[in-house]
C-alpha cells in the first residue's frame, strides 16, 4: 500500500510541476489562453472593411505587408470584409473590425453617428496627415469631432459619365456634356433600348452621390425631374460595376460613373471616354478610419499612416486602379512620372469649380433619397418608360407645344403627392428629411416603398393617358 502512495504522490507532483512550467512559459495562462506575447510572436492579422474592388485589396495586401511598418507592429495579414452597406455595422460589432477603408463621406459619417469610428491619435499617423490639405475643391479631406480626428481622405474622386463614342455615332445621338443632357429627349429616340446605364440607389454609394448631387445642383424639385427622365431614358443595373460593363460591352452609350471606374474603361477599351461634367461635379475625399471595435488600435492606425504616406498613395496609380491620390506629391514619384494622364485627371478635378455640396443634408436626406429613388423610378420602370417615350414622341410630332413638353415633364418627375392617413402628403425636401431616421426600420421602409410605387404606377398611367397620341 506505501509503494502505491509513493507512486501516486510522485504522479501528483509530475503533474503539478508541468503545471507550474506552462504557467510559466510563454503563452501559458489561466485556461491556457494565449498571452500578449504569443499574440506579438505569432504576428496580428488586420480586419479591414472596405467599398474597394479586389484589386485594390490585392495590391495593398502585396505591399504593405513588404513594409518596415508591418514588421514593426507584427502585421503578418491583411483580411478583408466587403459587405453590402447595410450590413456594415453588424460586420464591425460581430468581426471587431479594425480599420474602415473606402464608401464616402456620408457612409463615414454614419459611422460616426452609430458610435463605431475612434479618434486617430498615434503620432506616426497624424504625422502623415499633417501632409494633406483640410480640403480639396471645397471638399473635406480631414473631418473633425469636438476636436477629434474622426477620418481622414485616403483618396479623391469625382462623378461623371463615360460615354462609349463608336456607339453614340452609331445611334446618331449628341455627346452629353452636363447631368441634364443624359434627360434630354434627344436620348429617348432609340428606347426601348437604353441610352443611360445607373445603378439602384440602395445598392450603390457613388451612384447615390451623383443622385444627390443632381439634386443639390438643380434643386429639389427640377433634379427629381431630371433624375426621372434620366431613368426613363436608361435602364438601373444591380450596380455601379454592372452599369460600367453596360458601356463596355456596348449594352448602353452612356453609364453614370465614379472617376477612376472611367478611367480605367478609357484605358481598357478603345472608344470609351470619361467625362467630368464642367462645374456640375464634386471632389469627393475618400475616407479611411480606426473603428472602436479594433483589437490593435497601433497597428490599425501604422496602417492608416502607411496608406496616407507617399510611399502607400502609389497603389492609386497602378493601371489596374487608376484613382486619384490625395498627395499630388506622389506625382513626382518614378511611378508617378510614368502616369501623367492621372496627373492631368488629377489637375482636371481639383481645379474644376464645381457646386457647393452640402454634406450635412446629403446625410439627412441618405435613406429617403435611397428609397424613393428606387421606389419611383427603377421599380415601376417600364411604365416610367412608356409614358416617357410616348410624351417624347408627341413632341417630335409636333402634337404638343414646348410648355405642355415642359409641364408634362414636371408631371412626370416631380415629387410625389399621396394619400396618407386621410391627408395629402408630398414628397417635399422637409418630409425627406422627417422620415429619414424611421426608414432605418425595415417595417416602416417596406410600407413606404409600398406607397411610392402604387403613386408612381397611378401617375405614369394616368400621365399616358392624358399625353395626345403621336
Known amino acids: 500500500m506505501g ?37 506579438t510572436k505569432k504576428g496580428i492579422v488586420l480586419k479591414i472593411i472596405t467599398r474597394h474592388a479586389s484589386e485594390i485589396q490585392e495590391v495593398t495586401r502585396e505591399r504593405f505587408l513588404k513594409t518596415e511598418l508591418a514588421k514593426k507592429y507584427h502585421i503578418v495579414g491583411l483580411q478583408f470584409y466587403s459587405p453590402h452597406v447595410a450590413l456594415w455595422r ?5 468581426q471587431e473590425i479594425d480599420v474602415a477603408w473606402g464608401g464616402g463621406p456620408a457612409l463615414f459619417n454614419e459611422l460616426i453617428r452609430q458610435d463605431l469610428l475612434a479618434p486617430i491619435t498615434a503620432p506616426g499617423a497624424l504625422k502623415e496627415i499633417q501632409n494633406l490639405p483640410d480640403k480639396i475643391g471645397g471638399s473635406e479631406i480631414k473631418h473633425f469631432e469636438n476636436g477629434k480626428l474622426m477620418w481622414v481622405a485616403a483618396a479623391i474622386s469625382s ?18 456634356e452636363s447631368w441634364k443632357d443624359l434627360a434630354s429627349p434627344e436620348l429617348a429616340k432609340i428606347l426601348p433600348k437604353p441610352a443611360v446605364s445607373y445603378a439602384r440607389a440602395l445598392t450603390s454609394t457613388s451612384h447615390t452621390r451623383i443622385y444627390q448631387i443632381i439634386l443639390q445642383k ?9 433624375l426621372a427622365r434620366m431613368a426613363a431614358n436608361g435602364r438601373p443595373y444591380g450596380g455601379s460595376v454592372e452599369a460600367l460593363t453596360a458601356v463596355e460591352t456596348g449594352e448602353t452609350p452612356i453609364g453614370i460613373m465614379i472617376d477612376f471606374y472611367g478611367y480605367g474603361a478609357q484605358i481598357e477599351f478603345p472608344g470609351i471616354k470619361y467625362v467630368l461634367p464642367y462645374n456640375e461635379s464634386i471632389v469627393n475625399g475618400d475616407p479611411i478610419a480606426l473603428l472602436k471595435t479594433s483589437k490593435h488600435p497601433d497597428a490599425a492606425q501604422a496602417f492608416i499612416e502607411w496608406v496616407i504616406s507617399v510611399e502607400g498613395q502609389k497603389i492609386w496609380l497602378d493601371k489596374k486602379i487608376n484613382r486619384m491620390p ?20 488629377y489637375e482636371q478635378t481639383v481645379n474644376n469649380i464645381g ?9 439627412e436626406i441618405l435613406f429617403s433619397l435611397k428609397y424613393y429613388f428606387d421606389s419611383v423610378y427603377c421599380d415601376p420602370h417600364d411604365q416610367l418608360v412608356r409614358t416617357w417615350a410616348k410624351l417624347v414622341k408627341a413632341y417630335k410630332a409636333g402634337k404638343i407645344t414646348d410648355d405642355q413638353f415642359r409641364e408634362f415633364s414636371r408631371k412626370l418627375g416631380g415629387p410625389l403627392t399621396w394619400n396618407e392617413g386621410g391627408k395629402q402628403v408630398t414628397f417635399t425636401l422637409e418630409y425627406a428629411k422627417k422620415i429619414n431616421e424611421k426608414l432605418r426600420d425595415t417595417a416602416f421602409a417596406n410600407k413606404m416603398q409600398k406607397i411610392w410605387r402604387e403613386a408612381a404606377v397611378k401617375r405614369y398611367e394616368s400621365l399616358y393617358e392624358e399625353i395626345p397620341n403621336p
Open 218 to 226: 438643380y434643386g429639389w424639385d427640377e433634379g427629381w425631374e431630371i
Open 355 to 363: 457646386i457647393p455640396f452640402d454634406e450635412k443634408l446629403a446625410t
Open 159 to 176: 462623378f461623371g459619365f463615360s460615354v462609349n463614342e463608336p456607339l453614340l455615332k452609331k445611334y446618331g445621338l449628341p455627346e452629353p
Open 90 to 94: 453588424d460586420t464591425i460589432l460581430k
Open 326 to 345: 490625395v498627395r499630388p506629391d506622389v506625382f513626382d514619384t518614378p511611378e508617378g512620372k510614368k502616369r501623367p494622364d492621372l496627373k492631368r485627371a
Open 3 to 39: 509503494a502505491k502512495y509513493l507512486v501516486l504522490i510522485a504522479l501528483i507532483a509530475v503533474i503539478v510541476g508541468a503545471a507550474a512550467f506552462l504557467m510559466m512559459a510563454p503563452g501559458g495562462g489561466k485556461g491556457g489562453a494565449p498571452t500578449t506575447s504569443q499574440q
